[in-house]
């Protein structure tokens, strides 16, 4: 996701005055006009620089903490974690757009107003960006990079022979935009890949399971598990004890969906045990990771901060804009969260 506060104005224009100067187009950038506000809530300055590429599609930007003075303007909100109540000020707001691909903190009690329609983020430098972080990370582990990390600071010259890929088989909890595309570029590389989602999936020829009933026969093939859920009330949790006891013994872990999908001590278990043999983990139940927890010195985890995919400006603007032109066309918006089932 990108992160920073800004909020954009796009001016409609009513009506054209008769000036002899014709408007570009029925849409130009006008403080006086009656005005379309897009209000951009994130947490990174880079979004300075998307204030010229809608300039470019003659929409205006201000920022998020001017706000106050256009609530009855705003029609679009392109926000990550606004708190609750905000959205509501916003009495013409029309649109919220995702400024990631999950939409949990959306879904909070009182954050949307009820009745406005919540577009994810799906753009090709965070699904690129999330492949590679998958594809690195599995890679890592098939290739036992961090026993050779270890031998190499101890000078150890030990050769071990290396599992062809296609011994191997990767489980991805997830077969959707981030999963697809992370099934896709691994099953390139040789491994066996197998999807599991709420719904039954055709993707790319990959073995889709799903449902509450195919999930044993998943895990139980998943030497590699990869979550990429989003975080729901039926997510939540979903990886205990139980669960992880299903996995082959000895089966790497990667989680770049949610933390709270995972319940830590029964991870912290299975680490130990060795059920897990080692754990990529780029999300948590708390962000950022307390000092204490047992994670940071954990010998079979690798952490990173909540970095594994961004949504680039340059990128997901084309989405956004896209999909403000298909709202004011009246036609069906991309990208629709379903907020029943809270993704
Ligand atoms: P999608 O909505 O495209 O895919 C979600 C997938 O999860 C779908 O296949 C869906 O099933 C499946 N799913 C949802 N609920 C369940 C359930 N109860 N049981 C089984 N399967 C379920 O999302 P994206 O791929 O775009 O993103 C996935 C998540 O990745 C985001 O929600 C976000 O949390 C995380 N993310 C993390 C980032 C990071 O930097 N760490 C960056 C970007 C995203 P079905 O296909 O049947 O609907
Ligand atoms: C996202 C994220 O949901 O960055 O896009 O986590």
């Known amino acids: 996701m990108y992160r920073g506060t800004v909020v954009y104005q796009i001016a409609r224009v009513e009506s ?16 006086d006009m009656t005005s379309e506000l897009i209000v951009l809530k994130s947490d990174f300055d880079r979004f300075i620089a998307l204030e010229e590429e809608f300039a470019r599609h003659d929409i205006r930007a201000i920022n998020w903490q001017d706000r ?6 705003i029609r679009y909100a ?24 999950g939409i949990d903190a959306l879904t909070a009690e009182g954050v949307v107003p009820a009745g406005i329609p919540v577009a994810r983020m799906v753009e090709p430098s965070l699904t690129a960006g999330m492949v590679e972080y998958v ?6 582990l098939h290739r036992e990079m961090p026993l050779y990390d270890r031998n190499q600071r101890n000078h150890v010259w030990e050769q071990g022979l290396p599992v062809p890929a296609s011994d191997r088989t990767v489980g991805i909890l997830g077969l959707g935009v981030l999963g697809g595309a992370c099934a896709d570029a691994l099953t390139g590389l040789g491994f066996n890949v197998i999807g599991w989602s709420r719904r039954p999936k055709t993707h790319g020829g990959i073995e889709s399971l799903y449902g509450d009933d195919q999930l044993a026969a998943f895990l139980g093939r998943s030497d590699f598990l990869v979550c990429l859920l989003p975080l729901t009330d039926a997510t939540r949790g979903l990886i205990d004890a139980d669960f992880l006891a299903q996995l082959p013994h000895g089966a790497f872990f990667i989680n770049a969906g949610r933390g709270p999908v995972v319940n830590d001590q029964a991870l912290l278990a299975a680490l130990d045990s060795g059920q897990i043999g080692a754990a990529c983990l780029d999300v948590f139940n708390q962000e950022p990771l307390p000092d204490d927890s047992r994670y940071w010195d954990h ?3 690798t952490l990173t901060p909540h970095i594994a995919s961004t949504t680039i400006p340059d990128t997901s603007i ?16 991309l990208h629709l969260a379903d907020l029943e089932q809270g993704y």
């Open 16 to 31: 054209v005055p008769k000036t002899g100067f014709a408007a570009p187009s029925c849409f130009r950038l006008a403080e």
């Open 299 to 301: 010998p079979s985890v």
């Open 135 to 140: 594809l690195y990370s599995v890679l890592r």
């Open 78 to 101: 392109l926000v990550w974690h606004p708190e609750p109540g905000e959205l509501a000020k916003m009495t013409n707001l029309k649109v919220v757009f995702s400024v990631g691909a």
């Open 318 to 333: 084309h989405q956004v804009v896209a999909n403000i032109q298909r709202y004011r066309n009246g036609e069906p918006l």
């Open 68 to 73: 106050q003075n256009h609530l009855d303007q």
